[in-house]
């Protein structure tokens, strides 16, 4: 069998086919092009998804279905995403809307909670009996695997982890409310925080990192500037790690999974962002006497758990 994963982000639609042994043999990707409105960004995930059939080979009548994983909350009873405020949408049929174009059976799931099902079936998280995926992207997602079933809530909006409060009144989140994980955590308050230590340096090497230019600032400007000796790209990371290890200690205080897997493109800088990261947590964490206490891994799976998680929805419900 053969099935179709959809990774739809405020920044790319990425489609993948998925085999019965977990394995992407092909994948397509598109920018988003969100502020458009949602047809033309349905259009386009058909179009995504089929070219990813095309380019793996696979006749589109040997997909079994198809499954997306989307920002926002998703209503599964309904097929509909009631609201997604990275992209603007709401109340949004996208069930509906992508079984027209597919012709195939299409299920949905929150994108952070497709993507801890595909660490949980064959990443990081394999086997375990409670794990919990936090993303660090465009803004900061979290899904929660409890005993083989994905955890959505009553109204599956449950695991909204980037929305969790670290900082009173702080930054202005795009869900609306202030001091969000998601405003300092993500690649996107990643960016911001570097900015404003760029601001109060006007001698740091990260303003030839970018070419004198803030625009360019990118997620990678900080720790490029750290591991160069940089002391205002030094405070930069330091800093959001230390807003980051805030949000992962309160979600390993509230669910205490056996697993915690942090991915993202963040996490392509390996022990310098995690080593200090589990050192906080470590420290702060209220089962810190336990004699066990959660493993914080870098997910295994990179881009492609939320095309796998999303691909294998159907074996979910």
């Known amino acids: 069998m053969y099935y179709i994963g959809i990774d739809l982000g405020g920044t790319n639609i990425a489609a993948g086919v998925v085999d019965d042994q977990y394995q992407m043999l092909a ?3 598109v920018k988003t092009g969100s502020s458009r409105g949602a047809a033309p960004v349905i259009d386009d995930m058909a179009e995504t998804a089929r070219e990813a059939a095309r380019q793996a080979g696979i006749d589109w009548e040997q997909i079994e279905w198809v499954g997306v994983g989307t920002p926002g909350t998703c209503n599964k009873a309904t097929g509909v995403v009631e609201y997604a405020n990275n992209l603007d949408w709401y109340d949004v049929p996208l069930v509906k809307l992508l079984e027209e174009r597919l012709g195939k059976k ?10 801890a ?7 990081a998280a394999k086997g375990a009996d409670i794990s919990v995926m936090v993303t660090l992207g465009t803004g900061v997602g979290g899904g929660v695997i409890i005993n083989n ?26 869900c609306g409310r ?81 697993i915690l897997c942090v991915g993202g493109g963040i996490c392509h800088e390996g022990d310098y962002l995690m ?43």
């Open 275 to 317: 080593k200090p990261l589990k050192e906080i947590v470590s420290r702060e964490v209220y089962s810190r006497n336990s004699p066990r206490n959660t493993e914080i891994v870098a997910a295994k799976l990179e881009n492609a758990a939320g095309i796998i998680g999303a691909a294998l929805l159907g074996k979910a419900d």
């Open 149 to 174: 079933r994905i955890y959505t809530g009553f109204n599956f909006a449950g695991a909204e982890i980037g929305h969790e409060v670290i900082m009173m009144d702080g930054r202005e989140c795009t």
């Open 27 to 29: 994948k397509h990707s």
């Open 178 to 258: 202030k001091g969000c994980l998601e405003a300092y955590a993500s690649a996107t308050g990643l960016i911001r925080t570097t900015r404003e230590h760029m601001e109060r340096d006007k001698g740091s090497a990260m303003w030839e990192l970018c070419g004198g230019d803030l625009s360019k600032v990118s997620g990678r400007t900080a720790f490029q500037a750290m591991r160069a000796g940089d002391a205002a790209g030094t405070a930069a990371v330091e800093e959001y790690i230390r807003h980051l290890a805030c949000g992962i200690t309160n979600i390993i205080n509230t669910f205490q999974p056996d």
């Open 117 to 123: 099902y595909g660490e949980y079936l064959a990443g």
């Open 106 to 115: 299409v299920y949905i799931e929150n994108d952070a909670n497709a993507a």
